[in-house]
C-alpha cells in the first residue's frame, strides 16, 4: 500500500540526507522512507507535523465535546459565565494573598477567634 507519492528507500535516504531535509523543508511534503519496499517511516518538516498534531487536538476536542453533548454534561452559558467569574475571582484573591495584602484564615481559627467554639 503506497502512503505517499514520494518514497525513498533507506538507502537513499543515508545517502542524500541534507537533500532530503531541504527538500521536505522547501517544499512542506513528506517522504516515505522504505526498506525493501515496504513503508517504514515518514519523514516530515517540523511545521508540518506541529500543523498535524493540532489538527489532531482539534478532533479529540471537538470528539469529547460530542460525547459530553450526546451524555448531557454540558454547562448553561449563565453557569459558564458564573464559573468563569468565580475563578478570576479567586485568582485575585490569590494573588492578593501571595504578595501579603490579604491572610487566609481556617475555619477552625475563625471560629476560635469568634468564640464559637467553645
Known amino acids: 500500500m503506497a502512503i505517499l507519492a ?6 537513499y535516504l543515508q545517502a542524500h540526507i541534507d537533500e532530503l531535509l531541504t527538500q521536505i523543508n522547501a517544499t512542506h511534503q ?9 513503508t517504514k ?3 516530515q518538516d517540523p511545521e508540518s507535523h506541529q500543523s498535524l498534531q493540532n489538527a489532531i487536538s482539534l478532533l479529540k476536542l471537538i470528539a ?12 448553561g452559558q449563565a453557569d ?9 475571582l ?3 484573591i490569590l494573588e492578593r ?9 481556617s475555619a477552625t481559627d475563625v471560629r476560635k477567634d469568634l468564640g464559637l467554639d467553645d
Open 90 to 92: 479567586a485568582a485575585e
Open 80 to 88: 459558564v459565565f458564573k464559573e468563569v467569574e468565580d475563578y478570576c
Open 64 to 75: 469529547q465535546a460530542e460525547e459530553d453533548i450526546s451524555l448531557g454534561r454540558m454547562l
Open 30 to 38: 513528506p517522504v516515505a522512507i522504505t526498506e525493501n519496499g515496504e
Open 97 to 105: 494573598v501571595r504578595k501579603g495584602q490579604e491572610q487566609i484564615h
Open 41 to 43: 517511516a515518514i519523514l
Open 6 to 11: 514520494d518514497s525513498k528507500p533507506v538507502s
